[in-house]
Structure formats: structure tokens, C-alpha cells
């Protein structure tokens, strides 16, 4: 998970994907989003709902298993 709290949300987000060889398309399906919403997401336009985030962030980094 990105820990870096002093970039902005977009830029997170971007470099997450980029890390992680992500399409927004691809990144967007696993957050139940469309592309065009982590495009605005990397752009600064819009930021998620926390909610939203919250029900999918496991998806983007599972726990490890003990």
C-alpha cells in the first residue's frame, strides 16, 4: 500500500498503477470504477468516495498471509 501522505491523491494513485502495470481500464475494474474516473482521479478532478475505497482496498493489496 502507498504510504506517502505528503502526494497528492492523484499522483498516488498514478504511481500505483504505473508500479503495478496498470491500464486505468484494468486498475478501474478492480475498484469496481470506470477508466474514465481514475483518469480523473490522476488528473486532481475528482477523488473517490471513502466508502467506495474501503469496500475495494483489499483488492489492491490483499493481506499477507500468516
Known amino acids: 500500500m502507498v504510504r506517502n501522505i ?3 491523491f492523484s499522483e498516488i494513485v498514478r504511481d500505483y498503477r ?5 491500464t486505468q481500464a ?3 475494474a ?4 470506470k477508466w474514465r474516473t481514475v483518469a480523473r ?3 486532481g478532478r475528482s477523488r473517490p468516495n ?3 475505497i474501503m469496500r475495494n482496498i483489499e483488492q489492491l493489496d490483499p ?3 500468516k
Open 18 to 22: 504505473k508500479k503495478h502495470n496498470l
Open 26 to 28: 484494468q486498475l478501474g
Open 30 to 33: 478492480l475498484v469496481g470504477v
Open 6 to 8: 505528503d502526494k497528492p
Open 41 to 43: 482521479w490522476e488528473a
Open 50 to 52: 471513502i466508502e467506495a
Open 63 to 65: 493481506p499477507i498471509p
